[in-house]
């Protein structure tokens, strides 16, 4: 055998990257989105690291950047199904007592349907759009919240304007609890679309808060239409009129 070791010509490499063939009674969209999840990075890093889902790095670069998940935090996590959301904020707000030095936080989830457990979250089934769900949910946290945050997405109809509209009013019924169960300071983080909250609820939240961004995080696919608003530095319900 030659000292020299192997000449690296290109020859013999292999494609890593993983190809689905069409199945029969597969729809060729079923096949590119199977395609699409086995060869996405974060979709093999949610499984590594016992995540529910890819979207539990989409909060991890939020809070990366805004940092809103703190030890000893209350976060209220709307449609909290599959559950991945809830995780990320069990770690980061300390809800286990994982860091005894450090003050241990909360995390309620709450979802139309029921939830598998979250270790660390107290998951319930609410409409939180319901008369009284505001109430519930200081019940259930015995205080105020420190974050409210929502990943929701109504489901698709199919028909881009009625999509556009319904996570438009899913964003803006997320705001106006928000408004009712946070804390002075708090923050509110939920989906929206690729310009943004509307100009409307944006006005909103700019008087509300003391900062509101639209980002896209590096974990929402190139291809998709979703941002993140995160606003910050919640201003507190005595501004509720002059807002008006």
């Given at each position: 055998?030659?000292?020299?070791?192997?000449?690296?010509?290109?020859?013999?490499?292999?494609?890593?990257?993983?190809?689905?063939?069409?199945?029969?009674?597969?729809?060729?969209?079923?096949?590119?989105?199977?395609?699409?999840?086995?060869?996405?990075?974060?979709?093999?890093?949610?499984?590594?690291?016992?995540?529910?889902?890819?979207?539990?790095?989409?909060?991890?670069?939020?809070?990366?950047?805004?940092?809103?998940?703190?030890p000893g935090a209350r976060?209220?996590?709307?449609?909290?199904?599959p559950g991945g959301w809830?995780?990320?904020?069990?770690?980061?707000?300390?809800?286990?007592?994982?860091?005894?030095?450090?003050?241990?936080?909360?995390?309620?989830?709450?979802?139309?349907?029921?939830?598998?457990?979250?270790?660390?979250?107290?998951?319930?089934?609410?409409?939180?759009?319901?008369?009284?769900?505001?109430?519930?949910?200081?019940?259930?946290?015995?205080?105020?919240?420190?974050?409210?945050?929502?990943?929701?997405?109504?489901?698709?109809?199919?028909?881009?304007?009625?999509?556009?509209?319904?996570?438009?009013?899913?964003?803006?019924?997320?705001?106006?609890?928000?408004?009712?169960?946070?804390?002075?300071?708090?923050?509110?983080?939920?989906?929206?679309?690729?310009?943004?909250?509307?100009?409307?609820?944006?006005?909103?939240?700019?008087?509300?808060?003391?900062?509101?961004?639209?980002?896209?995080?590096?974990?929402?696919?190139?291809?998709?239409?979703?941002?993140?608003?995160?606003?910050?530095?919640?201003?507190?319900?005595?501004?509720?009129?002059?807002?008006?």
């Open positions: 055998m030659s000292k020299s070791g192997p000449k690296n010509s290109g020859r013999g490499r292999r494609d890593l990257r993983v190809k689905v063939k069409t199945a029969r009674g597969r729809k060729l969209s079923s096949t590119l989105w199977l395609e699409r999840q086995l060869n996405d990075p974060y979709v093999q890093r949610a499984r590594a690291e016992g995540y529910r889902g890819r979207a539990a790095f989409k909060l991890i670069e939020l809070d990366d950047k805004y940092k809103f998940l703190k976060v209220v996590d709307l449609g909290c199904a809830s995780q990320v904020a069990v770690l980061r707000t300390n809800a286990l007592g994982q860091k005894p030095s450090k003050p241990r936080g909360m995390v309620l989830g709450v979802d139309l349907q029921e939830v598998e457990p979250v270790q660390g979250a107290d998951l319930h089934v609410l409409d939180f759009m319901s008369d009284g769900a505001d109430d519930k949910v200081k019940a259930w946290l015995d205080g105020p919240a420190d974050v409210v945050m929502s990943d929701m997405a109504a489901s698709s109809s199919g028909h881009k304007q009625t999509d556009h509209l319904r996570i438009v009013a899913l964003c803006e019924a997320a705001a106006e609890l928000a408004f009712d169960v946070l804390n002075e300071g708090g923050t509110f983080v939920a989906k929206v679309l690729a310009g943004g909250a509307e100009g409307s609820l944006q006005t909103l939240l700019k008087q509300r808060f003391t900062k509101v961004a639209n980002v896209k995080p590096p974990a929402s696919r190139s291809d998709s239409s979703e941002k993140f608003v995160v606003a910050t530095g919640f201003r507190g319900r005595g501004d509720e009129d002059d807002a008006r």
